[in-house]
């Protein structure tokens, strides 16, 4: 999954080189936090968030398959 994020944020952002996607395995979930340049942020999350939510939508469907909870966070 966590190649998958890095895969969507990557394409669309400016500075590709900045995406970072650190993974922690949580009690009940998997946590995955993107982090992008303060110039990109915009670009990660969209207008009112649609992106963001696009973005965990399709890791959440890949993560079916799994039989996994995965938690997409975006941080600063």
Same mark, same amino acid.
């Given at each position: !999954? /966590?190649? #998958?994020?890095? @895969?969507? =944020? +990557?394409?669309? *952002?400016?500075?590709?080189?900045? %995406?970072? %996607?650190?993974?922690? +395995?949580?009690? &009940?979930?998997? @946590? #995955?936090? #993107?982090? @992008?340049?303060?110039?990109? !942020?915009? &670009? *990660?999350?969209? /207008?009112?968030?649609?992106?963001? /939510?696009?973005?965990?939508? @399709? *890791? &959440?469907? =890949? =993560?079916?398959?799994?039989? /996994?909870?995965? %938690?997409?966070?975006? *941080?600063?």
């Amino acid at each position: !999954m /966590k190649e #998958l994020l890095e @895969v969507i =944020a +990557k394409n669309l *952002v400016d500075n590709p080189e900045d %995406v970072i %996607v650190t993974e922690t +395995k949580g009690e &009940k979930a998997l @946590v #995955l936090e #993107l982090k @992008v340049a303060p110039d990109d !942020m915009g &670009k *990660v999350i969209g /207008k009112q968030g649609r992106i963001a /939510k696009a973005i965990r939508t @399709v *890791v &959440k469907a =890949a =993560a079916i398959h799994g039989d /996994k909870h995965i %938690v997409v966070e975006i *941080v600063q």
